[in-house]
């Protein structure tokens, strides 16, 4: 391991097994889950997780800013040059359920942009990474978006109740349509190249996002909201309206048919 010290990566690698083996503690039997909003369970391995996370990495680097889905955004972090934006367990529903596909989701971010991050799902022993420049990996594995050219047959990870909506301008071919809980874990498996793209038109939050956003980036892969724009996230708003994540053909296709729609209930 680089020397956690100077390095924001090793860093966040040690951070996310730590957190990971916190979250793992409570997997079998997550006890009380209550609402903190409308649809938003919050376990005590959510919150538990977090404190570890915040500890550990706030003591380590005392002069980074903090945005967590468990924390209060004091807003601090918008004055701050480097943040860490923070998920303790993206997937909480999974979770609960006992289903492999929550992930603990950490990167720093300077400028708007991630420089660092990781997305680790511990119950499968996954563990993503990259550095601005550098690539990304899967368990010290160089990992790359998959080069698909056609929605026809495209492995998508969306809801299926996405593409049946009425409201698109045309019907989608068929496509081998899957879903997991965690937005972050969708993103990295269409960076590791497991499947070709990920959508949803449902509003995510930085948290949901940062740590994925470089790895699916560094893999080769094209992140944006549903207009296009590459996200930001240094900005007082943390909610994004939505994510399309694919390689770059595949990308152009999604994004056209999503501005079509939208052009046409205008």
Not at 9 to 21: C, I
Not at 50 to 76: F, K, M, T
Not at 161 to 178: C, I, Q, S, V, Y
Request: aromatic letters at 6%; charged letters at 20%.
């Amino acid at each position: 391991m680089s020397n956690i010290t100077g390095d924001d990566l090793a860093l966040l690698q040690e951070a996310a097994r730590r957190g990971g083996a916190c979250a793992m503690g409570w997997f079998a039997n997550p006890g009380e889950v209550t609402e903190k909003s409308p649809n938003h369970p919050v376990t005590k391995a959510d919150l538990e997780t977090d404190a570890l996370l915040q500890s550990y990495l706030r003591s380590a680097r005392p002069g980074y800013g903090w945005l967590s889905e468990e924390s209060v955004d004091d807003g601090s972090r918008l004055t701050a040059k480097r943040t860490f934006v923070v998920d303790p367990i993206d997937g909480t529903r999974a979770f609960i359920a006992g289903k492999p596909h929550f992930t603990i989701c950490l990167a720093v971010v300077e400028n708007g942009r991630p420089l660092s991050a990781v997305v680790y799902n511990p119950a499968l022993e996954e563990l993503y990474c990259a550095k601005t420049g550098l690539g990304a990996t899967c368990n010290d594995t160089p990992i790359t978006c998959n080069p698909c050219e056609g929605l026809s047959g495209a492995r998508m990870l969306a809801h299926d109740g996405l593409f049946a909506h009425k409201g698109w301008a045309e019907p989608w071919p068929k496509m081998h349509t899957g879903s997991r809980n965690s937005m972050a874990y969708r993103i990295a498996l269409v960076g590791a190249g497991a499947w070709d793209a990920a959508l949803t038109l449902q509003p995510k939050s930085d948290w949901d996002l940062a740590a994925a956003d470089l790895i699916a980036s560094e893999a080769g892969a094209i992140i944006t909201d549903p207009h296009g724009q590459p996200f930001r996230y240094d900005l007082q708003n943390t909610v994004n309206e939505g994510v399309i994540c694919a390689g770059p053909a595949l990308h152009a296709l999604i994004l056209e048919r999503v501005l079509t729609s939208r052009q046409s209930r205008q």
